[in-house]
């Protein structure tokens, strides 16, 4: 039952980067809202 095609990989790849990039920008604007961003440059 497990069939992996190129693009099937291919999709979860950029499935995972999707998902990277969201919590990267889910952190940022946390972040932001924290007040905590130059405290978190300088650590």
């Not at 990277?20 to 940022?28: G, H, I, L, P, T």
């Amino acid at each position: 039952m497990f069939e992996v095609e190129g693009g099937e990989i291919y999709n979860r790849i950029s499935q995972l980067k999707n998902m990277e990039e969201e919590a990267d920008k889910a952190a940022k604007e946390w972040l932001e809202q924290s007040g905590d961003r130059l405290m978190f440059r300088n650590w």
